[in-house]
């Protein structure tokens, strides 16, 4: 029975199982999930006889909106305390695991782990563990090789590893999909994190520059107390911030920031701006029909905003959001991207970011 292991924020693995149940589906390969436990993991079989690599070639991590990341499963091996590194050496040679396809591994722990010591001890592992398995001819010589897999170690406690791979290319960019930030002491708020996220997993490394470089203007509706506005500043950008609520004195001080006391609903600027961002907590349909507006309306040329799921059927309306989108913006004769994830800084909201193309 084949397995992939899915990496989701805890509590939200039913969702994470039933989109990938249907993404499987649509690419022809059968599979069903156990709903988890507020794990933030998830196990999903594949039901037929295809191997879990196949599904993972044929679905893009980067069109799962709940799943963060993801590795095919081998199994799961016993760690006895006198020798873990020996144990999963049996453990992959039993497996008929072939070193010369993987180059470096990665020990993982839960995102919910709790025990600072299991922590450390994954941290410590990796050197001792790469160092024997690349002894036995488990992992390539020389750990800079490009590869095609990379083992993943999930460590559940000091006794027990769930072993798996991932395959490069679609793996997450960060371990778990959890990026490490750091919150400057200036950001007006932590919601700056979140705005961050979304371009470091939405926007192409490489290509930063062209998305957010030279002087460009942007909107930003629901912008108080200002961390994303704070962002677009750190950018360069000209920033029009619509909100009725205050806005954070050191960031008006910039001198980049106009503040528009209106409802960001209604408002809509005089000319068009290259960033529209909305992070206001309201209907999430009202929401994606507003962003269909201002890029059929040509306003703004790239769009970053929140939906906030309801705490029921979060996955169905996910869908109809997602059809408003899609539909609205074919209507509008527009040739678009969108892409949407549940950021590791999300809570009950998922972030879609659109890019207009033509
Ligand atoms: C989650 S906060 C935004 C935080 C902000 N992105 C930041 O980084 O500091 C949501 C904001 O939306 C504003 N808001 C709610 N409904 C609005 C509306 N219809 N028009 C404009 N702003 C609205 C609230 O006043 C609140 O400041």
Not at 286 to 301: H, I, P, Q, S, Y
Request: proline share 5%.
């Amino acid at each position: 029975m084949q397995q992939i292991m899915l990496i989701c924020r805890p509590g939200f693995e039913t969702e994470a199982g039933q989109e990938l149940t249907d993404q499987a589906a649509a690419a022809g390969i059968f599979g069903y999930f156990q709903p988890g436990k507020n794990t933030g993991l998830l196990r999903f079989t594949i039901g037929g006889n295809e191997p879990a690599e196949e599904l993972m070639r044929r679905v893009a991590l980067d069109s799962l909106v709940f799943t963060r990341d993801w590795f095919a499963l081998l199994g799961d091996c016993e760690l006895p305390a006198s020798d873990r590194v020996g144990a999963i050496l049996a453990f992959l040679n039993d497996q008929g695991w072939q070193g010369d396809r993987c180059a470096r591994l990665e020990v993982r722990l839960s995102e919910i782990n709790d025990d600072r010591d299991l922590g450390n001890f994954a941290r410590k592992w990796v050197a001792p563990l790469s160092k024997g398995l690349r002894g036995a001819g488990l992992l390539k010589d020389d750990p800079e090789a490009e590869a095609p897999v990379r083992l993943e170690i999930l460590l559940t406690d000091f006794s027990t590893a769930v072993v798996g791979y991932s395959l490069a290319g679609n793996r997450s960019l960060f371990v778990g999909g959890v990026p490490r930030l750091r919150l400057p002491a200036s950001a007006p708020s932590r919601s700056a994190l979140k705005l961050e996220e979304a371009w470091k997993v939405f926007l192409p490394k490489e290509r930063w520059l062209d998305y957010l470089g030279g002087g460009k203007k942007a909107v930003d509706l629901g912008a108080a107390p200002g961390g994303w506005t704070w962002q677009l500043v750190r950018q360069g950008m000209m920033v029009t911030a619509v909100d009725n609520g205050p806005m954070n004195p050191e960031l008006m001080a910039s001198g980049h920031v106009e503040h528009v006391e209106a409802d960001g609903y209604a408002w809509r600027p005089k000319r068009a701006v290259d960033w529209m961002v909305c992070d206001i907590v309201d209907k999430p349909r009202r929401t994606a029909r507003m962003a269909v507006d201002w890029m059929g309306e040509k306003l703004c040329r790239y769009t970053v905003f929140n939906l906030k799921l309801p705490m029921k059927k979060r996955y169905e309306e996910w869908l109809v959001c997602r059809e408003i989108l899609v539909q609205g913006l074919e209507d509008a004769g527009l040739h678009c991207q969108l892409k949407a994830r549940h950021l590791y800084h999300d809570r009950e909201e998922i972030t879609c970011f659109i890019e207009r193309l033509d």
